[in-house]
């Protein structure tokens, strides 16, 4: 079974719109994190958000918010006001505590911002 | 220089070939990862070194030999490689083991096997 699903492969928004990414993940472990990283058509993996999963609050940097729903197991990536650079694929990624250093990524989903 | 650095940025080998692959993390960090991202499939963890140690490899194939000389150095070493190995492969570090630490990516190095 998959451990992080992103069911969007793709998606468009208009330049300023809020957009919001999908994740959910499956574990059996009581402690774990839950990443967002973006990768722009160069390459590199850009760490955007991170979310506990003792974290009462949902967290938050700058426009991008994580609406973490534990009992749903999902822990979408909200973006706000989004920008022409923020087309990138955005990956979710999750590491358990009985899962050594491993992160689980999951298929991603494109991001395309229209002007 | 900053963050994490790998070179070179793209390599094109043939199968009988062997190459290496390196990374260097300007960061302090511990822990050095290699990731290997195929079109179509997620990334997948292939190695994991603390304290210049392997302490994790995923069911690598013997034709990737990592190397950690010290925690800010890392290889991979490349030989008799296959055509489906054609991939980005991606070099991460971190501070250390902790969960909720967050693994700092470089730029990668687009393979292609001939």
């Known amino acids: 079974a998959q451990k992080i699903t992103q069911t969007q492969p793709g998606m468009f928004v208009q330049e300023k719109e809020a957009v919001t990414l999908d994740c959910t993940y499956d574990?059996?472990?009581?402690?774990?994190?839950l990443f967002w990283y973006k990768q722009p058509s160069s390459g590199e993996m850009i760490f955007l958000i991170y979310?506990?999963?003792?974290?009462?609050q949902n967290a938050t940097e700058g426009r991008y918010s994580l609406n973490f729903q534990k009992a749903r197991k999902s822990a979408n990536l909200v973006i706000s006001a989004s920008q022409l650079g923020d087309s990138a694929m955005y990956f979710c990624a999750m590491r358990e505590v009985g899962g050594a250093q491993k992160l689980v990524f999951g298929q991603g989903t494109r991001l395309t911002i229209n002007p | 220089e900053t963050g994490v650095t790998q070179t070179p940025r793209h390599l094109v080998m043939g199968m009988t070939n062997k190459k290496s692959l390196k990374c260097e993390q300007h960061?302090?960090?511990?822990?050095m990862y290699w990731y290997k991202q195929s079109a179509k499939k997620p990334l997948e963890l292939m190695f994991v070194y603390n304290f210049k140690e392997q302490t994790e490899n995923n069911s690598v194939p013997s034709r990737f030999s990592p190397e950690c000389p010290n925690s800010s150095h890392l290889f991979l070493h490349l030989h008799t490689l296959q055509p489906e190995d054609s991939a980005l492969y991606l070099c991460a570090s971190s501070p250390g083991r902790g969960l909720g630490e967050t693994q700092y990516f470089g730029p990668g190095t687009r393979l292609l096997v001939l």
């Open positions: 979310q506990g999963s003792y974290d009462e």
């Open positions: 960061l302090g960090h511990n822990a």
């Open positions: 574990t059996s472990d009581q402690s774990y994190g």
